[in-house]
């Protein structure tokens, strides 16, 4: 009887440090996964000659290849301030949303959001809300907003999964943006 809970304690020893070790190889995955995230992203970067800045240049002065890094790895660029005669954007605001989605893999998979001939309607969400499970929009859209400010601005942002419609999943694929906001007022 001894001889058989010695087996089957060491059989549970055993099972548990199996799963013990496969637990460790999810975990060591996901963040070597994530360091070939970072690593694509900075290739990136380097590919299309991508230079960082660490101030905002403000409206009309954003040079061609000139990106701010507003977040760990959310890089953010200016192509067209937009309508900077009307108000700007405020907590609470309805954003309608036109993007083109793209992988930074060559060739990229792009996703068009762009035109009624891709989508009837715009993504609609509110400015300064969070993300919650299910959302229409990623959490680096919020950020960016902040930077567009007006109505038909336009812009470009490189986004981490963390940040991006994944975040809530385990997925780690970068995605970059093409966006055109338009803002409804309350």
Known sequence: M???SVIAFIILI?????????????????????????AL?????????ITIISDDPGRGNW???????IADYLYFHL???GDTEGDSVKSGDQ??????????????????YWTTNDAPSPITFTYG????????YCSAWQYAIGYMKFSNSTA?????SKLGFDEEQETVTPYGYDLKIQIVKY
Do not use: F, W
Request: charged residues 25%; aromatic residues 8%.
């Open 2 to 4: 001894k001889h058989t």
């Open 14 to 38: 055993s099972a548990a440090g199996v799963a013990g070790i496969l637990s460790g190889c999810n975990a060591n995955s996901y963040a070597n996964d994530l360091k070939s995230e970072k």
């Open 41 to 49: 992203i900075i290739e990136y970067l380097k590919r299309n000659n």
């Open 63 to 69: 040079r061609e290849n000139d990106y701010l890094e």
């Open 79 to 81: 192509i067209d301030a």
């Open 95 to 112: 954003i309608n949303m036109r993007y083109l989605k793209y992988t930074l893999d060559v060739p990229a998979d792009t996703i068009r």
């Open 129 to 136: 809300q969070s993300a919650y499970t299910g959302s229409s």
């Open 156 to 160: 470009k942002i490189i986004c981490p």
